[in-house]
């Protein structure tokens, strides 16, 4: 995943390529660009809220298909959002020239 880090705020954060080379939180333009690769968590999290909703699709009716269902959203949906925050983190590093 891509981010920008700006170095006067010291913080690091998704953009799209669309969108101008300033930082989203203090509209300074002292920004460069990160790679932070990886990220399991961020990936695993979108393949469990996936598969939640394959059940939801081919699954019969019944208690245990919205049990696994609500078990996939919530587990898939934590493993995303973790995902994302070491992501981040690891795109600061970077930027501050620490990894």
């Excluded at 969108?19 to 990160?34: A, F, H, L, P, W």
């Excluded at 990936?43 to 909703?53: D, V």
């Excluded at 081919?58 to 070491?86: C, H, M, P, Y």
Aim: glycine letters at 14%.
């Amino acid at each position: 995943m891509r981010y920008t880090y700006c170095e006067d705020c010291e913080d690091a954060f998704a953009r799209s390529m669309l969108e101008g080379d300033r930082c989203i939180y203090c509209g300074s333009q002292n920004t460069k660009k990160v790679s932070a690769g990886g990220g399991l968590f961020y990936y695993l999290g979108y393949g469990l809220l996936l598969a939640g909703a394959a059940i939801i699709i081919f699954f019969e009716d019944g208690n245990l298909k919205w049990a696994a269902f609500t078990i996939f959203l919530t587990v898939g949906f934590i493993l995303s959002v973790q995902g994302k925050s070491r992501l981040k983190q690891k795109a600061v590093k970077m930027g501050k020239g620490e990894a």
